[in-house]
């Protein structure tokens, strides 16, 4: 754009820099990472897990044997040592060198790199996601969506652990949906209002403690609410702000759903396995940011890029 006085401004994509990934025993985050850090300009400082050490130790030979075959320097990739906890230490506090740290991994493993760290940090993943079953909901729709929502890979960060059930269905629509995730091999933990309806179906009564918990595994609350607000005001005090979804075929609901939901991503009649680069058509991912700066959702190239303003003028000074 130009301004009246002459200026032209151009606003342009830049690298951070130096970006440090702390994860743990996933193999692939190593050549993820890496990929996706260098395609945006960026440097990258790997710290995988000590019980992935060779397999890390191997991927990042053979990208840097690549690299050494290019212009480009092998040493924009590096893998930190993991085999103590003062490598990890030493990035966190590398403010200065490093420009920002991604954590990757289970929610102890985050926590303690927001903490620990002096870098600038994109805080990723934990994963304590709801499907809500409101009353209008297409139920044949609902069904198939809570199982692929817990089932198809529960281990990941956009599994479901919890379903909330509006008080209006959950008498015909509980023991039906209880009986597939049972026999989907899931362990239920379930309210008293669930609880009540499970007859056969085995399943213990959820404490506090279950509604906060990021299984990664086969294993599910269920909860009974009264409203879209009722059920958003349990997300708010349980979740993770990474993804909701509700399934509803009234539209002012569904709205009022989205309205309510701070998170990264709000899935309406879909599973909460959509929340993934590749899935939303962004390619490979680097994480899900589930905090609101810089970057929320998934992380693509765009994600590892910051701007820089250019202001070009032709001899203007500021009256």
Not at 98 to 110: H, M
Not at 264 to 271: G, L, R
Request: hydrophobic share 45%; glycine share 6%; charged share 20%.
């Amino acid at each position: 754009s130009v301004l009246p006085n002459g200026i032209e401004l151009k606003q342009i994509s830049v690298p951070f820099g130096v970006i440090g990934m702390v994860y743990e025993a996933r193999p692939n985050v190593t050549v993820d990472a890496a990929v996706i850090l260098l395609m945006s300009g960026n440097a990258a400082l790997l710290r995988g897990s000590s019980s992935a050490a060779y397999s890390n130790q191997i991927l990042v030979t053979i990208m840097r044997d690549a690299l050494a075959t290019t212009v480009i320097s092998p040493d924009v990739i590096q893998l930190v040592p993991s085999d103590n906890r003062d490598s990890v230490k030493a990035l966190l506090h590398a403010r200065g060198k490093v420009d920002l740290v991604i954590p990757r991994g289970s929610a102890s493993l985050i926590r303690m790199v927001v903490d620990e760290s002096t870098v600038p940090t994109i805080e990723t993943g934990a994963g304590v996601c709801h499907v809500f079953i409101d009353e209008f909901a297409d139920l044949e729709k609902a069904l198939p969506i809570i199982i692929n929502s817990k089932t198809q890979r529960p281990s990941v960060c956009n599994a479901a652990e919890t379903l909330l059930v509006h008080k209006n269905i959950a008498q015909k629509f509980i023991p039906v949906a209880l009986k597939a995730l049972h026999d989907a091999g899931v362990v239920l933990h379930c309210d008293s209002a669930s609880l009540a309806l499970t007859g056969e179906i085995p399943a213990s009564l959820a404490g506090d403690e279950n509604w906060s918990t990021e299984y990664g595994t086969l294993e599910m609350n269920i909860a009974v609410v009264d409203s879209v607000d009722a059920a958003s005001d349990h997300i708010a005090r349980y979740g993770t702000q990474h993804t909701e979804a509700i399934v509803t075929e009234n539209k002012a609901n569904a709205d009022r759903f989205i309205a309510l939901s701070d998170c990264a991503a709000v899935m309406v009649n879909a599973s909460t396995r959509f929340t993934d680069g590749e899935q939303m058509g962004f390619g490979a991912e680097i994480g899900i940011s589930n905090q609101k700066l810089h970057a929320r959702g998934p992380m693509g190239l765009e994600a590892m890029t910051t701007t820089t303003w250019i202001v070009t003028g032709n001899g203007q000074i500021r009256s």
